[in-house]
């Protein structure tokens, strides 16, 4: 059974850009989270999808938003990118059912913002 | 406000001997705990959790021990590994809620000695 898949691995942007980041959940998975790992702050909750509608939201600003597709299939987006959003950008998938609460990790997407 | 708190960032342990990681929370909601271990370069794996109903569980080497009253939890791993060198996460979770959010500790870099 394939696990979380996260592309790209790794990326490199200046300020200002935008960039787009894309998750795969495990299959029959139909919620997928959004989680940054920054040196820092440690794993910060960023927002949550379940059937294409966003469920739960953390504490970033709009820059950051995202999507999910009817496959399950979920993509976030940072624009006008800062210094500060260099992080690795941790995609979870889980079946989404109370009880169901164990969340499977992707490898993480590593974001480098010159 | 950190509600999920790992007061320390390391642990060095022998091979053989007991690793035991400590995780406090503040918010008296949270109702499932679990443990997560993390290599450079890779996205979390689960390894453990615990329902508040319970106060200890258990899997192989590792047990997870919650003790409600003081909103702590420890994860024991008996004997220890090299293998088990990485960082630790613990992280939370109020359940009863439809959305699927885990609220992490900063971490604890373990490393086993051989």
């Known amino acids: 059974k394939a696990g979380v898949t996260q592309t790209p691995r790794y990326l490199i942007k200046t300020r200002g850009q935008q960039v787009t980041l894309s998750c795969s959940p495990i299959s029959g998975h139909r919620s997928v989270s959004w989680y940054q790992q920054t040196p820092g702050q440690g794993l910060q909750f960023l927002f949550e999808y379940f059937s294409e509608t966003q469920r739960n939201k953390g504490n970033f600003p709009g820059r950051f938003s995202g999507r999910q597709f009817s496959n399950s299939r979920s993509e976030m987006n940072v624009s006008t990118l800062e210094l500060g959003d260099s992080a690795l950008y941790l995609c979870a998938s889980s079946p989404g059912q109370p009880g169901a609460n164990v969340l499977t990790f992707g490898a993480g997407s590593r974001l480098t913002v010159l | 406000d950190q509600q999920v708190k790992q007061n320390s960032p390391s642990l060095s342990v022998q091979e053989g001997r007991i690793s035991i990681l400590n995780c406090d929370y503040t918010n008296s909601m949270f109702d499932y705990f679990l443990w997560y271990k993390k290599y450079p370069a890779e996205g979390p794996t689960f390894l453990i959790s615990i329902s508040s109903i319970k106060d200890k569980n258990e899997d192989g080497r590792f047990t997870v021990f919650l003790n409600k009253s003081a909103k702590h939890l420890s994860l024991h791993i008996v004997p220890s590994q090299p293998g088990d060198s990485a960082v630790y996460f613990c992280?939370?979770?109020?359940?009863?809620?439809?959305?699927?959010?885990?609220?992490f500790g900063s971490g604890t870099q373990l490393t086993v000695l051989p």
């Open positions: 992280a939370a979770l109020i359940s009863s809620g439809s959305a699927r959010q885990l609220t």
